[in-house]
């Protein structure tokens, strides 16, 4: 187990502490609960748009290029007999 130290204004620790006391657990274990609930939430990267995550200009690139081609008429496509 890792020891963390926080510095909390007056008012956000007094939240805090009222919140663990209707839940009946220590402060530090309301921590816990939102930080895994936080973790928890956070979206899976999937598919190509996980490549960017870590460049969000390349996406916005991406991004932009896509919006471009759409916005060009496809050319008239000829059976082929």
Known sequence: MIK???ELNDLTFAQAR???SI???TVEKLFANI???Q???LP???GSMGLFADDPDMMDHVM???RVERETPLTE???IE
Request: avoid cysteine; charged fraction near 15%; glycine fraction near 0%.
């Open 77 to 79: 496509v000829t059976e």
């Open 64 to 66: 932009e290029m896509v």
């Open 35 to 37: 930080l895994e609930q």
């Open 44 to 46: 899976a990267h999937s």
């Open 4 to 6: 963390i130290e926080l």
């Open 39 to 41: 973790v928890s939430s």
């Open 23 to 25: 839940q009946q657990i």
């Open 18 to 20: 009222t919140q663990a």
